[in-house]
């Protein structure tokens, strides 16, 4: 059973930092790995997609690696500011029970980035 | 497109209670899912149809719920009769091939079931 894991849970750092946010799978097979943004009371917002076959993503200070063989994914975030306050959520999409798949999803990091 | 849409935003209903919630995909889109987000077990998957037909729906709790596609741009989640522990936030997803299979969420329902 594939499991997604995201530690720490919250973390507060003053703005400016560069930051590494931490994804970890049980099973390495999977189709891609999504990470996501989610405001207070607000849906969730895609920031970056990988496929199994690609290494890592860029969009603007942005940066997602996929190590798909050790079950880890890192997402990287430069010059923090304020307004990255929210929670990240990365999600793995898996093959499922008779030929379905779906998105595995860990329980989020909340991010407070301190003015 | 105005991405997903979902309604009600908020939902307050008194235990045992009929209550059914509504999505329409992004146009085009041939997958939707249906999530259910608490604090105890973060996301979990409920639903998900393709071309309008409910693929895999082993994470439906139990039989008072239920969903249906009758087309393309519409769907439900029906909960009845509503409990309690029913009270989350029911999110509507959708994606397709063209897309990569990136999913785009709907803003929520939160539901509160007193």
């Known amino acids: 059973k594939q499991e997604v894991t995201q530690i720490p849970a919250a973390l507060s750092v003053p703005e400016g930092e560069n930051l590494v946010l931490n994804c970890s799978f049980t099973d390495s097979a999977i189709y891609n790995l999504q990470w996501f943004r989610q405001d207070p009371g607000k849906g969730l917002t895609s920031l970056l997609l990988?496929?199994?076959?690609?290494r890592e993503q860029t969009s603007g200070r942005l940066n997602a690696s996929l190590d798909k063989s050790s079950g880890r994914s890192t997402l990287y975030i430069a010059a923090s500011q304020p307004g990255d306050s929210a929670t990240y959520l990365c999600?793995?999409?898996?093959?499922?029970?008779?030929?379905?798949?779906?998105?595995?999803f860990g329980k989020g990091m909340k991010l407070t980035v301190n003015p | 497109d105005a991405g997903v849409i979902q309604s009600p935003r908020h939902e307050v209903t008194e235990m045992g209670q009929e209550v059914t919630l509504r999505c329409k995909p992004i146009s085009g889109h041939d997958y939707l899912f249906w999530y259910r987000q608490t604090m105890m077990r973060g996301l979990e998957l409920l639903i998900y149809f393709n071309n309008n037909v409910p693929i895999d729906d082993s994470g439906m709790p139990e039989d008072r719920f239920s969903a249906k596609m009758p087309n393309a741009s519409f769907s439900t989640l029906k909960i009845q009769p509503s409990e309690p522990r029913d009270s989350a936030v029911y999110f509507c997803a959708s994606t397709s091939f063209r897309d990569n299979y990136e999913q785009y969420f709907g803003p929520g329902t939160r539901l509160t079931v007193t």
């Open positions: 990988i496929q199994s076959s690609q």
């Open positions: 999600a793995v999409r898996v093959p499922f029970q008779g030929g379905s798949e779906k998105l595995v």
